[in-house]
């Protein structure tokens, strides 16, 4: 092998000389053969690169790497313990007042019926937040396990118009699907369900009264399928929505009567690209917007 290394017959190679004052330095020696016009070999030419310090650059990057996702697995593992513990006693908090508004023996005055609305109120939007909190570090701590599967697009999507049919009709909405036929997709049906209903109900939420929501189902070029929810609602200014996938921004939602955590779409956006697939949206201030999934056709 030192004999083809000095003919120069070898691939580049790195190896640690060392100084005289015996610190060592990390080369690339790149060898290539010499030879005379009758192709005999005469001889080798090594060109020797220092490349100590970006060895070293490259070691650094790796730990400050390594060090930022044990922070962030950290972070997630916080997270999920606390939403668990948090539950706990808010659900004695929810238990009690629903008890205390449900007493016929001992019914509350008006004023007091009240005052216990604010408790379960308060207390289902804090279970609501902390069931996202909860979730949103589970598929960052990855501890979700996908069951990907071909799922059939249209079950699911009259399942989920089903489930936002109450609060649709409450504010006169109509709901059209648009023939999804038996488009398939490779999804986890559970996860799948849940992106489509987080995108229905906002849809329906951030409606006007008497607007219309459509949803439509179309294969793309490239086999992918793209599931599109239209809505007739204010629409999003630009600089929102570049941020509108990012966890706990509800672009000024939070001073509205709407309710919410502002946590829904950037699960709807891991959970989406986890499964392969993306999310977008376009929007026009005033006349409504589209947010779509596209997910590898079955
Ligand atoms: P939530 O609805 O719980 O607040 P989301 O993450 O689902 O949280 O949505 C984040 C924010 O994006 C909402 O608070 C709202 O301001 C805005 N938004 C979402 N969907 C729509 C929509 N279809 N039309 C207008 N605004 C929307």
Not at 124 to 143: K, M
């Amino acid at each position: 092998q030192l004999e083809r290394r000095r003919q120069g017959l070898v691939e580049p190679y790195e190896i640690t000389l060392l100084r005289p004052d015996g610190s060592g330095v990390t080369c690339i020696n790149s060898p290539a053969p010499i030879y005379d016009d009758d192709g005999t070999h005469v001889g080798s030419i090594g060109l020797w690169t220092d490349v100590s310090e970006l060895k070293r650059a490259n070691r650094e990057l790796v730990a400050a790497e390594r060090r930022a996702q044990e922070a962030s697995r950290a972070k997630s593992e916080f997270l999920s313990t606390m939403s668990h513990e948090l539950r706990t006693p808010l659900n004695a908090i929810l238990g009690f007042a629903e008890l205390l508004e449900a007493d016929a023996d001992d019914p509350l005055t008006a004023p007091q019926q009240e005052r216990v609305r604010f408790i379960t109120g308060a207390g289902r939007h804090l279970l609501a937040l902390i069931t996202d909190v909860l979730d949103l570090a589970r598929i960052e701590t990855g501890a979700i396990d996908l069951d990907l599967a071909a799922v059939a697009v249209g079950p699911v999507v009259a399942e989920c118009v089903r489930l936002v049919d109450g609060i649709a009709a409450r504010r006169e909405i109509i709901v059209d699907v648009h023939d999804a036929g038996s488009t398939t997709v490779v999804a986890d049906l559970v996860r799948l369900r849940q992106a489509l209903l987080n995108l229905l109900s906002n849809a329906v939420k951030y409606n006007v009264v008497g607007g219309a929501v459509c949803v439509e189902v179309t294969s793309q070029a490239g086999g992918t399928v793209r599931i599109s929810i239209d809505d007739t609602g204010p629409g999003i200014e630009p600089e929102l929505a570049a941020r509108i996938f990012e966890p706990s921004d509800r672009l000024g939602a939070e001073r509205g009567e709407i309710e919410g955590t502002g946590i829904g779409l950037s699960i709807t956006k891991q959970i989406v690209e986890l499964m392969g697939g993306s999310i977008g949206l376009e929007s026009e201030v005033g006349s409504g917007s589209r947010f779509w999934i596209d997910l590898p056709g079955a």
